[in-house]
């Protein structure tokens, strides 16, 4: 019997599965049935068992001990008509996250640093399950990204859904939000979903996405899992247990560029130094006369509904405002940054900032491309490949560089400002990493002395990355 | 559409309640809204970032921003905005940026960048400042407000009020109400706009009373409170305030926290009823104009009726059949491609006895076979590709209307 037979076939014929927008119902049984996994409830609604869509394969694996017969509806994935025609030789440890996720029962999250090819190891994931895959991204770049290489490796269409594409095949590469808006469609034509960085899957709308699926295989990739929100135990229930770990400081040299970092502080003039304390000093008094605490978690949305209330919350929130506009992009780092564009100008520089305003200024100053998320596909794409054959020497780019995006051949980081984040400032070191034959990666960190920005630097750096 | 950290609320203990506008507040409201609406239309023909900037120096009380910033966003969700660069800022970006990179490779000595600028300036034969200017043309802030559909202050003020409702929905996970309408027009309204927006929904007979009462949600909320169809909901309160007299209480995941809050909301047709939701959609439009063409003694016309079956639910159908010499009655409603939940819910009323003949028109897309309901019962599904045509509907309604209802039999 094939899918297209049992299409139709009602309830009546005995137990049916079916996916109803990122469930599965199961009808046919009694409210009152035990040995269903925990998940799988009486919905009065349609007078139908129905289970979140992640719970599939359990429900499926629950019917069989219990030796009750479906009709299996839910699932419509396929088997891959043809297997992956191009084979990469994997490194030692590939093979090896390979092996350990297949010791998983096919579920569970690979941790790899940036550039050590995480991707190769989710290609021979598909390839060993040959299972219909959805691969979720962050980023569109990202999509465009894993489009290109799962199309050179399975010589088949891929599909695409987000970013105005809506083109599905059983090889589709998607988004995150595409995903958490899609899947109560599509979550029943995938075998196999691959999480592409997926440290942001925890997130409550992103998880969503994860329930809605039907997928029993599941393959999560991050170099960062850790969450500050503290949600990353999340991941063990939507994908499986972290399978694979290895470190960028376990594979540099040998699989990773060598790399070194360098901090340069610079100072403020005087004039600049003198507004810089004025301003901090208005809102720090705000601060200290409302008993907010920014190291506290909820410090900062304190602040920020405090100082909406009255005339001198806002004149603080200005003066916050400001003091960090002068430590972030003091004229002094602007004119490092010159230095280091003229230095390393037959290398391929990325320039990092924490807002897309100073990307802009940099662009404008240095003419050289910028690339946010206001940048269309088709420029960055063409960016991109602009940088990769030399055309340009230096992008400038706020956070929409900092992962995933393969660009081999950049050996130089110039962070110009950042959060306090370790994942994205190891996030930024990754994408200089890249092997490339005597290739040595060199990574800038300016910071403004004496300013706040010192103390968030020192955060970012609590990496064994930077030690 | 208002976000959550636009809308004036308060907390009562479980309770989330919208602060109305106060009637000695409603001057002042009154004067933001008219400087909001002026300040779009003096900034028409002007890019976005002058209006924002404009907009950012205009001097508002703190006890006032947040009304004052809604009613701006308010003013400005009717805006169309549009690139206005004459140079392509692609285009001109790929020549600067590139022969930048050149300049900068072969250079032994300072950048040059405004030598540059000025050479591509000569060839283009524009000064370097609408080179500046051309550059990033196309970013957001440098867009042209083309247009501005502005209402009047108060009807802006009114836009707000709602607003501020839908906006607490944004954050709901399922939604309980009342609804009592003088006719079946504004129910039918109503669950239009439900089946639109492909919400679940339960509905009810209230006692002896004559409203009906409504479940929505949709179909993963059995297993968590999610606000995933929080907007939806948002979308389908116009519909409600069309009744004559309505109440709703929502169950709401509230602030960063997410805390489960309710909120409640009533009143009568001040609203006036959205004529669009009321006059058939385009899809049964096309299937009367198609049936008026056949020769049938069949007479179709848009139902009044509710067939409620209590205990098991309620349905609206959008047509009736009326035989031209016996007066027998068959009705249609069509499903679409709506939900396959709301299907098995009208296969069980069938079955539990739905005193009237009825046939379903629903889309192949939802893989429900004409089969599900035997030749027993007095109602058909008709299934279709992607137009109803009005000789199969009527052959399903003449097939149906042999058949005997549990009145009937």
Known sequence: MTAADIRDEGPASGVVLRFVAGTVEVAGLPAQTVGLPAGCVWDERSACLRAPACR????????????????????????????????????????????AWKAANFRGVVVLPTGAGKTLVAHMAIDDRQRSTLVVTPTLDLVRQWHD?????????????????????????????????????????????????CHHLPGESYALGARFCLAPFRLGLTATPERTDGRDPILDELIGPIVYRKDIVELAGEYLSSYETVRVSVDL???????????????????????????????????????SRTEEGQRAFAAYRRQREIAFTAPAKLDY????????????TIVFTQDNATVYLLSRKFLIPAITHHTRVSERSAILQGFIQGDYAAIATSKVLNEGVDIPEANVAIVMSGSGSVREHVQRLGRILRKGEDKRAVLYELVTGGTSESMTSMRRRDHVAYR | MLTADLVHVRRRGDRLQVVPLADAERPRARELAASALALVHAHVGLPRG??????????VAPSETRLARALFKLALDTCEFDEGAAIDPVELRREIFTRSASLRRSGVGEFARTDLLQEIARSRGVDVDALEEALYADLPTAHILRKADLPSPDGLLTTYELAQHQAVLLRAVRLHARVFCASAAGYRALFRKLKFHRLLYTIEKLGRETGYAIDIDGPFSLFEQTTKYGLKLALALPALLGCDTWDLTADLRWGKDRRPLRYHLRGGATTPEDESAVAPTDEIAALLSDLRRQESPWQASPADAIL???????????????????GQRVYLEVLGFWSRAAVWKRIEMVEAGLPQSIVFAVSKHLRVSEEVLGDDTPAALYVY?????????????????????????
């Not at chain 1, 809102?283 to 605490?293: D, P």
């Not at chain 2, 009005?390 to 005997?404: K, M, N, S, T, Y």
């Open chain 1, 56 to 99: 599939y394969a359990e429900v499926v694996l629950a019917l069989r001990a219990m030796k009750i017969p479906y009709l299996d509806e839910a699932r419509r994935y396929d088997t891959l008509a043809t297997p992956a025609l191009a084979h990469r030789e994997p490194r030692p440890y590939q093979t090896a996250a390979l092996a």
């Open chain 1, 149 to 197: 290489g799962l199309r050179a490796t399975f010589a088949t269409k891929i599909g695409i859904v987000g970013g105005g594409d809506y083109e599905v095949h059983p090889l589709t590469v998607t988004t995150y939000d595409s995903a958490y808006l899609h899947m109560e469609h599509l979550g029943c034509r995938f075998g196999l979903v691959v999480f592409d960085e």
């Open chain 2, 385 to 409: 590709a992607r137009t109803l045509h009005g000789r199969a509907v009527l052959d399903r309604v003449e097939a149906v209307a042999g058949r005997p209802t549990p009145n009937r039999k």
């Open chain 2, 50 to 59: 002058a209006l924002l900037q404009a907009w950012a120096e205009v001097a």
């Open chain 1, 269 to 307: 003039s005087t004039e600049e130094r003198a507004e810089y304390e004025c301003e901090r000093s208005i809102y720090r008094q705000f601060l200290a006369e409302s008993g907010i605490s920014m190291a506290g978690p909820r410090g900062f949305s304190d602040f920020i509904i405090r100082s």
């Open chain 1, 337 to 348: 940054v010159e230095r280091l564009l003229h230095q390393h100008r037959a290398d391929r």
């Open chain 2, 308 to 326: 409620d079956l209590p205990g098991i639910g309620a349905c609206v159908p959008d047509l009736e059949f009326v035989h031209r010499e016996t």
